[in-house]
């Protein structure tokens, strides 16, 4: 999520309580206090996310995330000088590679070239509001996952679509969810097909991604079901364990064919789970998201026609707002290499809300500090 802006007038304390996110209300006292412990460590050594956003692509400074802040914290059972550490790291890796910048400027062809390699977005979500993403193994040709690995070896254009999840699809899906969900994903991993020499192609390219994921992407995963196993998973799962962590692997469940349906209709309505997986869902994988009716609605235009390329939900400001409007921004470049910068959605006005306060005291209570 990306803020363009401050603005300069403020609301009453009621109004700030019921502004804050649930997962933030949420917390247990230790569990804020680590928050705050956390913020104080980045103010005090310097180390802020440092997105790049905004008209002309003007750089927005200073700017930490709470969101990502809890998923560093949670992943390092809030403790928060570990999490710190953590963040640090991928706030360092993030800035080495320009990944910020890479999203913002990414040749749009190349970015759905990618994407098409990686887990994708259903456009629809599980009963808890979590969007569902689905990767078919036996789909991706493991000469293409090669020939990027060569020409990358940092891997960075392959976390493009990792970006694409964070700073579209969760955010989206956190707003449709009713409780304003924490923002995560779901993922059905699909095995079927998948040979021994299949895999072991794949396994190189897989581990070194694994190990990235886990390290700066931490607590981005509610649940990961894995379907169509072959008679050599135990073989596949000996490596799984090897490049995850417990936390990760804690949240994997195998599923037989013969529970598959009923086990996956328990966490997604039938008419959101793709046929393939026993739902109703017009989908397969390779297809443009197909959103429900009610996101549809919300997206306008855009919902019946998708946009490729990488995308932002962004939360925008004037000096005469309080609260944010609500877009979806269309980022990436053509090919005359011209950067788009271009509103496919207007979800929600800016509005302003009653009483007086700090606007940095809302800033700080619910997305950035």
Not at 12 to 19: K, R, T
Not at 115 to 144: C, H, N
Not at 192 to 207: D, E, K, P, S
Not at 237 to 255: E, M, N
């Amino acid at each position: 999520m990306v803020y363009l802006s401050r603005s300069s007038t403020v609301s009453s304390e009621e109004e700030l309580q019921l502004a804050l996110p649930p997962y933030i209300r949420a917390l247990t006292v230790s569990q804020r206090k680590s928050l705050e412990e956390m913020k104080v460590l980045c103010r005090q050594n310097n180390v802020y996310w440092n997105m790049s956003m905004g008209d002309q692509g003007r750089s927005l400074e200073k700017r930490n995330d709470n969101v990502t802040f809890l998923r560093y914290l949670k992943g390092r059972d809030w403790n928060a000088a570990a999490a710190f550490k953590q963040y640090t790291a991928t706030v360092s890796w993030r800035r080495k590679i320009q990944l910020e910048h890479m999203y913002r400027t990414a040749d749009i062809e190349h970015f759905e070239t990618i994407s098409r390699m990686m887990p994708q977005w259903t456009g629809r979500r599980s009963r808890g509001g979590i969007p569902l993403f689905v990767y078919s193994v036996a789909k991706i040709r493991p000469e293409d996952l090669l020939r990027t690995s060569a020409s990358d070896p940092t891997l960075s254009s392959v976390f493009l679509p990792a970006e694409y999840s964070s700073q579209f699809v969760q955010p989206l899906c956190a707003k449709m969810h009713p409780d304003g969900a924490m923002p995560c994903l779901m993922h059905i991993i699909d095995l079927t097909g998948v040979g021994v020499r299949h895999f072991w192609n794949l396994r190189a390219h897989l581990q070194k991604a694994a190990g990235i994921a886990t390290s700066h992407y931490p607590e981005s995963v509610d649940r990961i079901f894995i379907v169509g196993a072959p008679s050599f998973f135990p073989t596949i799962w000996g490596y799984i364990t090897k490049w995850f962590d417990r936390a990760i692997t804690s949240k994997i469940s195998v599923l037989p064919a013969a529970k598959c349906q009923q086990v996956l209709t328990s966490h997604v309505y039938p008419e959101d789970l793709p046929r393939c997986f026993g739902g109703t869902l017009d989908w397969e994988y390779g297809m443009h998201p197909n959103v429900d009716r009610e996101t549809r609605a919300l997206l306008g235009d855009f919902g019946e026609q998708w946009v490729e390329g990488p995308l932002q939900y962004v939360l925008e400001e004037d000096s005469e707002t309080i609260v944010p409007g609500e877009q979806i921004l269309a980022v990436g470049s053509e090919r005359d290499k011209q950067v788009r910068n271009t509103v496919v959605a207007s979800l929600a006005p800016a509005r302003r809300l009653s009483d007086e306060c700090s606007i940095e005291r809302l800033l700080e209570r619910t997305s950035f500090c």
